[in-house]
């Protein structure tokens, strides 16, 4: 039909699978049209080839792309610092950034580009009566105790703090848009990636201390905790309940979480299976 696509051909346009086209429908990213008589969807051809316009050009972006994201080491932690001191006014010393890593060498990544830091990322879960504090802004994260800080473990309820997310913004505009892009990518792939070595996440949280920082979490589909604001200039705690969200964020982590669990349940039958056949054999051999 005249200027709209079925749905076949608006994933073909896009190259996307089904789910995911689907997943863009449900979020509203396209537009469903269901005309007078018709049982099935039809989508509007200017809004889906902007759209696949637009994921080209990320895709060549990408391509030329020579960016390296890593997990970061102690000796990182200098240029880090150093990055971090050109974009925002206070910074947490080295020496408790040393710790924190000690504590959870998973906490930390960067973004490199030509072999300089350009964005670094750092995420480590929290208990939640200290983390309550610092979302409050009553205290800093520095000042939370180190025991306080866990490691990401398999089969444990954890609520994980996004300590930063910080980009250089004197590469200019348009490259800093792309490194910002580019570890939100990579960071739902970490945060994936724990969803399939059954690290249990229960929320996400974020504190947001400017104008781009609030966007961002809005964005990704963190929920402002008023309730705990303490009308901090530019301050915003948010949150991220993962069971109760359909963020992009942890879209995929959800997905590799149900398969290890499901994986581990299989695990647990076929364990309970050998000992009531094991202790079948028992009796049998008895005189």
């Known amino acids: 039909m005249k200027g709209l696509y079925t749905a076949k051909e608006a994933r073909e346009k896009l190259g996307v699978t089904d789910d995911k086209f689907q997943y863009m429908v449900r979020t509203g990213l396209i537009n469903k049209v269901i005309l007078p008589g018709r049982k099935y969807g039809l989508y509007p051809q200017a809004e889906v080839n902007r759209l696949a316009a637009a994921i080209n050009a990320t895709l060549e972006q990408y391509t030329k792309d020579e960016s390296i994201f890593e997990l970061a080491t102690q000796a990182d932690l200098p240029e880090i610092i150093a990055m971090c001191l050109k974009n925002v006014p206070r910074v947490t010393p080295v020496e408790k950034q040393r710790a924190w890593m000690k504590r959870n ?10 072999g300089e830091v350009v964005a670094y990322t750092c995420i480590f879960p929290v208990n939640y009566e200290w983390l309550e504090r610092v979302l409050k802004d009553e205290i800093r994260i520095g000042d939370v105790p180190l025991e306080e800080i866990s490691p990401f473990i398999a089969d444990t309820p954890l609520n ?10 004197n590469v200019g505009q348009e490259k800093a848009a792309h490194h910002a892009q580019r570890i939100l990518t990579e960071l739902t792939q970490v945060i994936t990636k724990l969803g399939a070595r059954g690290v249990m996440i229960r929320a996400i949280y974020a504190l947001a201390t400017s104008p781009q920082g609030n966007r961002l979490a809005k964005k990704l589909g963190f929920r402002a905790m008023t309730e705990l604001n303490n009308e901090t200039e530019g301050y915003m705690p948010y949150e991220l309940i993962i069971e109760a969200s ?13 398969r290890y669990l ?21 009796k049998k051999q008895r005189p």
């Open 105 to 114: 060498p998973e906490a930390f990544y960067t973004l490199r580009d030509n």
């Open 160 to 169: 994980v703090y996004i300590r930063d997310l910080i980009v250089d913004q």
């Open 246 to 258: 359909n963020s992009p964020l942890i879209n995929e982590y959800k997905v590799e979480l149900q």
């Open 262 to 282: 499901e994986r581990m349940k299989g695990s647990m039958e076929i364990a309970v299976d050998e000992t009531t056949l094991t202790k079948g054999k028992r």
